[in-house]
């Protein structure tokens, strides 16, 4: 079955750029009936859609970060990345890669992986 | 942006009750409403999707309601595996927004 991994350092320093990838397997991030997304949660607190990405390149942010954010896709790797920059510390969160997000549900979620921005 | 007011925030509850979860949204958002539980330390799980469509997997004991800008999910019969937190999405507009979660503990 298809399954989501993300990967990427856990901390990152104030001012600099975090990066993360989330891995595909099982399935192809080429599919034409899938947006992937990229969702961050804080600690404690609720989930915010971060920006979608389609395998054609087309994407989408939350204007609340779209000065900030970046998301790529790389179809030979099978793989989507988020960039965020500037980064402070109220962009600590778990941040999730999850299939979905062209106008409907997300059905297939990452594990999520913790970024702590710390000096 | 759409924002979607859940309520309660917290809700106690003893087995085999019944729990009702709302979800408000300031506009109307026709049926894209979808419902995801949150075990702690997991990834969020999709319950139902447009208001009140099932999930394959998902136990018959989970249903959802509504269309406009007033919504619900229902358990009944709860089962202690239910302990999570409980969140709507609305896919209508961009920004994709989520509402603030419920908890629901286990008495």
């Known amino acids: 079955q298809v399954q989501l991994q993300e990967s990427g350092p856990g901390l990152v320093k104030p001012s600099e750029t975090l990066s993360l990838t989330c891995t595909v397997s099982?399935?192809?991030?080429?599919?034409?009936?899938?947006?992937w997304s990229w969702i961050r949660q804080p600690p404690g607190k609720g989930l915010e859609w971060i920006g979608y990405i389609y395998y054609s390149g087309s994407t989408n942010y939350n204007p609340s970060l779209k000065s900030r954010v970046t998301i790529s896709v790389d179809t030979s790797k099978n793989q989507f990345s988020l960039k965020l920059s500037s980064v402070t510390a109220a962009d600590t969160a778990v941040y999730y890669c999850?299939?979905?997000?062209?106008?409907?549900?997300?059905?297939?979620w990452g594990r999520g992986t913790l970024v702590t921005v710390s000096s | 942006e759409i924002v979607l007011t859940q309520s309660p925030d917290f809700q106690s509850v003893t087995p085999k009750e019944k729990v009702t979860i709302t979800c408000r949204a300031s506009q109307s958002i026709g049926s894209s409403l979808h419902w995801y539980q949150q075990k702690p330390d997991q990834s969020p799980k999709l319950l139902i999707k447009?208001?009140?469509q099932s999930i394959s997997g998902v136990p018959s004991r989970f249903s959802g309601s509504g269309s406009g800008t007033d919504f619900t999910l229902t358990i009944n019969s709860l089962e202690a595996e239910d302990a999570a937190a409980y969140y709507c999405h609305q896919s209508s507009s961009l920004p994709q927004t989520f509402g603030q979660g419920t908890k629901v503990e286990i008495k």
């Open positions: 447009y208001a009140s």
């Open positions: 999850a299939r979905g997000g062209g106008g409907g549900y997300f059905d297939l």
């Open positions: 099982g399935g192809s991030v080429s599919s034409g009936s899938y947006y």
